[in-house]
Structures are given as structure tokens and as C-alpha cells.
């Protein structure tokens, strides 16, 4: 099958590991950031890790939108659907995570409340059309790749009018959280999270295109390259960012230009333009308030904007205890680090958001249970 077969060609990934292992200086170590939950995947999914030298170490970064997703806004969208004039739809994998309390969408729904689970705007759009008489809220989440879905829904709410259709906006602007990452006192002053180069986002690159990294590049000197999520993209990728640092370079580079371009996608930047706003700041799980990190609906739209409509105010919520979500985000543990991962956490009955998402640490940890090697091996 065109572009994933030949990305996954075992004697390819041998010779990529062979070069990996020959260029990798064996006097300093690799720590390599993958920004991006679909990379984190791939890493276990198809056991990259074991394919690389012991000195190249994969660091997981904040590039699950479920997992960034503070828990003040669920406990908002839980609010929002106890409203009995309320249908939420929301993405399926919304549905399990904890929000205050353990509460969650799924537990609200299987009390009574109209919680619908879609798979696109456009679902979302119809069951608006569908009921008139009831106020339908979209729960937007995700990274630059699903905001122009959401920018295409509210103008077509506008064009039809279809006044009882709102949106809870939630989505987040992934160079503001790599620049967050790259200034914290974890990063810069103690160094106890040490980041040498990043895998760039693949789909969030193909709209924003890779232009906005060359900023990070140049300031913290900290190669990247966007790099696809197949496993011989992430071991191209991973050699192209050992090469540079070899080579003392700090560049951005695209892996991935079968999709990614410096420019991205112009069309779909300018229809989020026209629909969205930066928030002065946003919190994200982990990284706490960060800047001009988040988007919310311009006024034009505001009689589409659930929060203007129904009032929604600012929750600051707590992780449950014990949760290492908020530090796994920020590279700064692993999730074999908490107490609680794979003993009261399992996909089966999350804590913490990492371990809900399909592209959260956590759930990839659990679920291809490589780490199970590493502790039979202690034994
Ligand atoms: S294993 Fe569960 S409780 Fe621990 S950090 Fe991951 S999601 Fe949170």
C-alpha cells in the first residue's frame, strides 16, 4: 500500500539503525523531544526505541490534545451538558477523561444527560439541523490541524443561520507550547529536563507548514526536524537531528515533505484567521498559563460562541493525587514513574489523561507494554 508499506520496510529500518548506531558519538548522549503524541506511538508501537543505541533516548513532549487539556475545561464541558436544553457532541476520546471528582462526560451520560459522541464537524452541524429546539454545542479540541474544520463549521452556522449551534473552543497553538517548554526553569536553569533536538508535528506542520520552528531553531539553537509518524520517518528523522548535532548545526529540516511544506497550507491558515483569535493566555495540563498559546471565537461570531452564550466561567481543577500526568508532559518523568501507572491506571479506568487519549504516554506505555521488558529484566 502506497506510503505506509514502504515506510515500514524491515530491511530499510535495519540499515537506518545501522547508519544511526555508526554516527552516534558514543562520548555524549541524544535526548530527543517528540512533541507529538502520534510520534510517541509510533516509538512503541513499532519498538524504535530498541533500535537505538543506548545514548539516543526519545523524550516525550505535550502533543496530545486530549492529555494538554486542563481540567477546568471538562469540568466546563460537564456544566454545559447538565443543561437540559444541552446536546454536547463531542470526539470520543474526550469522553473518559477525569475531570474534578472523577466525574466524566461518559459517567454524565450514563446518568441522562445528552452527551454525543461525533466524528467530525459536519455530524455535529447536522444534529443542530436535526433539532431545533435544543441548543447544540460543539466541544472543539485539538492542535492546528482540526481548528479549519472548526473555522469551516462556524461559517457555515453562520451562513445557514442555524442559531442553536455553538462552539466550545479549545483549540491550542503548538509553537507557543514548544517555546513554553524551551524557557521553563526545568529546560533552561536546572537543567534536570535536558532537550538536544525536536521531532516537529506532522499534521499540525502540514497547515502551519515548517516556517514557525525556524524562530526556535535560531533563538535556543535546538535543531528540528518534522518528521512523519511512520516508524521509518521517526528513524530518518532521528538520524537527521543526531547529524546535526554531530555537526554542531541547528536548523529546521523536513523529513516529511511528501506533506509538509515551509509554507503549509495558505488556505486553511487564512479561514482560521478569519474565524479565530489569539487568547492573551490559555492553561495547558503540565505547562500551567501560557501565552498566546490558545484561539477563541472572534466576536462576528460570538452568538456561536458557547462561552459567551452560556456564560462559561474559569474552573481551575486538580489532578488526581498521585497523577504524573502534568510532569510526563513536560518530559519530565516517565510514566513508569507513577506510583499509580498499570496498578489503579489502565485504559480501562484512567486517573489522568495520559492514559485516556490514543496519543497519550501513558495509554502507549500500557498498551504495547514495552516497559514490561525493562522489569522483567530488573527481576
Ligand atoms: S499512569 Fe495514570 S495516574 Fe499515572 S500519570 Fe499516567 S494517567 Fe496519570
Given amino acids: ?12 529500518a535495519q540499515k537506518l539503525a545501522a547508519a544511526i548506531a555508526t554516527e552516534a558519538d558514543t562520548g555524549r548522549d541524544y535526548r530527543l523531544m517528540e512533541f507529538c503524541g502520534g510520534h510517541t506511538h509510533a516509538i512503541f508501537r513499532y ?31 460537564i456544566e454545559l451538558a447538565r443543561d437540559e436544553r444541552v446536546i454536547l457532541t463531542i470526539y470520543g476520546d474526550l469522553l473518559r477523561v477525569p475531570g474534578s471528582r472523577q466525574n466524566s462526560l461518559l459517567k454524565l451520560k450514563a446518568t441522562g ?43 457555515t452556522a453562520e451562513r445557514e443561520q442555524l442559531s442553536n449551534f455553538t462552539v466550545f473552543c479549545n483549540h491550542v497553538l503548538t509553537p507557543a507550547a514548544i517555546q513554553n517548554i524551551l524557557q521553563s ?21 502540514s497547515v502551519i507548514g515548517s516556517r514557525p520552528y525556524e524562530f526556535f531553531a535560531e533563538e535556543y539553537q535546538k535543531p528540528v526536524v518534522i518528521a512523519g509518524f511512520e516508524p521509518l520517518d521517526v528513524m530518518q528523522s532521528a538520524l537527521m537531528l543526531i547529524r546535526q548535532l554531530n555537526e554542531g548545526r541547528h536548523e529546521v529540516e523536513n523529513e516529511y515533505p511528501r506533506v509538509v511544506t515551509r509554507d503549509g497550507n495558505v488556505k486553511a491558515q487564512r479561514l482560521v484567521a478569519d474565524v479565530f483569535e489569539l487568547r492573551r493566555e490559555f492553561e495547558w495540563r503540565g ?9 477563541r471565537v472572534k466576536s462576528r461570531f460570538a452568538d456561536f460562541d458557547a462561552e459567551r452564550r452560556f456564560d462559561v466561567p474559569t ?5 488526581v493525587k498521585g497523577c504524573e500526568c502534568p510532569s510526563i508532559l513536560r518530559g519530565a518523568a516517565r510514566p513508569t514513574d507513577c506510583k499509580l501507572f498499570g496498578k489503579v491506571c489502565t485504559p480501562e479506568n484512567p486517573m489522568g489523561s495520559c492514559m485516556v487519549s490514543s496519543e ?20
Fill in 113 to 155: 444527560a445528552d452527551v454525543r459522541m461525533v466524528y467530525s464537524t459536519t455530524d455535529a452541524l447536522r444534529i443542530a439541523r436535526e433539532n431545533p429546539d435544543r441548543e447544540v454545542v460543539f466541544f472543539a479540541i485539538g492542535f492546528e490541524t482540526t481548528t479549519p474544520a472548526t473555522a469551516v463549521a462556524l461559517l
Fill in 360 to 379: 497519550g504516554a501513558c495509554a502507549a506505555y500500557w498498551s504495547y507494554g514495552r516497559f514490561r521488558k525493562a522489569e522483567e529484566a530488573a527481576a
Fill in 287 to 295: 505547562l500551567g498559563l501560557v501565552p498566546y498559546s490558545a484561539l
Fill in 185 to 205: 526553569p526545568e529546560v533552561r536553569d536546572i537543567g534536570s529536563v535536558a532537550i538536544d533536538g525536536f521531532f516537529g508535528p506532522s499534521h499540525v506542520s
Fill in 47 to 77: 519498538g524504535i526505541q530498541d533500535l537505538m543505541p543506548s545514548n539516543v533516548h526519545f523524550v516525550h513532549g505535550p502533543g496530545c490534545p486530549v492529555c494538554v487539556l486542563p481540567i477546568g475545561r471538562i469540568d466546563n464541558a
Fill in 1 to 12: 500500500m502506497k506510503f505506509v508499506e514502504e515506510f515500514r520496510q524491515r530491511d530499510v
Fill in 315 to 319: 474552573i481551575r481543577g486538580t489532578d
